[in-house]
């Protein structure tokens, strides 16, 4: 069961960066099906599966769910979208442990990342989106400058290590977050068709 045609991307974007407006795009253009764990753990945990119980052990303390029990619900969801031309995850892996977890996955499955996008916005350029986003949506994060900026910082912290671990394997692809939306979505599509080749 060779898989390796399979186009797996991975999309990263600070809060802010338009992120979901571009996965829409690219699950449209390239029919890909996405991957989101917080959809998953939801889901799983909905139909009570024995992986939603064990998440939910570990939520009710207020615990993170451990990697292998996040990796476990991506794996199942690909075994059941087995026909799918492949997968954009969405806010995953978020540490390079579950990176490492994803390869060896997606290594088992005879299929591996293609390419990892970067949406890159500045600091300041995000804090006056969010800002503006707070003025018309009722989300309480967005309307306080400080919360935005911890965010950035967090968002970036976490992100970094992620980043040099997919350069290294020549899978990361930066992308300036600015300007046009149509622009930005010509970029992100060079970058997987260079990655496809």
Do not use: W
């Not at 990361?172 to 496809?196: E, N």
Request: proline residues 3%.
């Amino acid at each position: 069961m060779a898989h390796t045609h399979m186009l797996n991307i991975v999309i990263f974007g600070p809060p802010g960066s338009g992120k979901g407006t571009q996965s829409e795009k690219l699950l449209d253009k390239f029919q890909l099906k996405h991957i989101s764990t917080g959809d998953l753990l939801r889901a799983e945990r909905a139909a009570e599966t024995e992986l939603g119980k064990q998440a939910n052990a570990f939520i009710c303390k207020g615990e993170l769910v451990p990697d292998d029990v996040v990796i476990g619900m991506v794996r199942n969801f690909m075994v059941n979208h087995s026909d799918s031309k492949g997968f954009i995850f969405d806010g995953f892996p978020r540490t390079v442990n579950q990176a490492i977890a994803l390869d060896s996955m997606l290594d088992e499955s005879k299929t591996t990342i293609t390419c990892v996008l970067g949406l890159e916005v500045g600091e300041n350029e995000l804090v006056s989106r969010l800002l503006l986003r707070g003025l018309s949506s009722s989300r309480i994060d967005d309307q306080d400058e400080n919360t935005i900026r911890t965010r950035f910082k967090e968002y970036q912290n976490k992100t970094l290590p992620l980043q040099d671990f997919y350069q290294i394997q020549g899978k990361y692809c930066s992308i300036q977050g600015t300007g046009d939306l149509s622009t930005i979505f010509h970029s992100l599509c060079a970058c997987v068709d260079k990655a496809r080749k």
